[in-house]
């Protein structure tokens, strides 16, 4: 009886602590494991928010996304543009003695793919039209001739002209031989290069300037 009673005696406290301790031992392993895996994320965060290689792509990437933005502004179709103001500015300025009537050709050379089309379309052909009535029953003043004459070269050049000589290396050649042509003339008559950026002559000196610098690109772009 007295061996009974011993084992059926309720457990000390020895006991009862080790049977605790059993029971919260897997949840305290659960949060030793859950605090490492925390522990091993955060590092990974951290070696990753200050990468030495991540901030050296993000760099050359912000460089060559200005290359690339700087590259953009110097597209054939802006440096059509232009040439097209200059050229015009040139046909209208007073500060110049040079052979204006070149500068028709050029203008049909450079000039934008979208002012061609809308010159050889209808709206052209009206404009041409009225400015021809205006020119035969009224007077215009002399610097309106030159850009009517061009109106007219550009409606009446053939098509097959204009797709032999416009976007080729041909044309930019023709384009760039006009173009130092005129830069000769202008800087040769003038006297000298201070006199050609007198008040006079100023915008007529930028816009052959501009007009050379253009021609350059255009045959740099063509041939690389």
């Given at each position: 009886m007295l061996t009974l009673s011993l084992c059926t005696r309720s457990p000390s406290?020895?006991?009862?602590?080790?049977?605790?301790?059993?029971?919260?031992?897997?949840?305290?392993?659960?949060?030793?494991?859950?605090?490492?895996?925390?522990?091993?994320?955060?590092?990974?965060?951290?070696?990753?928010?200050?990468?030495?290689?991540?901030?050296?792509?993000?760099?050359?990437?912000?460089?060559?996304?200005?290359a690339?933005?700087?590259?953009?502004?110097?597209?054939?179709?802006n440096l059509?543009?232009?040439?097209?103001?200059?050229?015009?500015?040139?046909?209208?300025?007073r500060g110049t003695t040079i052979h204006r009537s070149f500068l028709a050709p050029l203008f049909a050379?450079?000039?934008?793919?979208?002012i061609v089309s809308w010159i050889k379309g209808e709206y052209g052909i009206w404009t041409a039209f009225l400015a021809l009535l205006v020119r035969l029953f009224f007077f215009i003043p002399g610097e309106l001739e030159l850009p009517f004459i061009t109106l007219l070269l550009v409606i009446l050049a053939p098509n097959?002209?204009?797709?032999?000589?416009r976007g080729t290396q041909e044309g930019i050649i023709l384009?760039?031989?006009?173009a130092a042509y005129l830069a000769f003339q202008h800087f040769y008559r003038t006297g000298s290069l201070a006199r050609s950026?007198?008040?006079?002559?100023?915008?007529a000196t930028l816009a052959i300037i501009c007009i050379i610098i253009v021609s350059c690109l255009l045959l740099i772009q063509f041939l690389s």
């Open positions: 406290p020895c006991n009862k602590l080790r049977v605790s301790t059993q029971k919260i031992c897997p949840l305290h392993q659960t949060r030793i494991v859950c605090r490492s895996y925390l522990q091993v994320q955060g590092h990974k965060l951290s070696s990753l928010s200050f990468n030495p290689l991540r901030e050296l792509v993000m760099n050359k990437k912000g460089y060559g996304f200005g690339v933005c700087h590259s953009g502004l110097l597209t054939p179709s059509q543009w232009v040439s097209t103001i200059s050229t015009a500015v040139l046909m209208l300025a050379l450079q000039a934008p793919a979208g097959q002209v204009m797709s032999r000589l384009s760039l031989l006009i950026f007198d008040q006079g002559s100023i915008f």
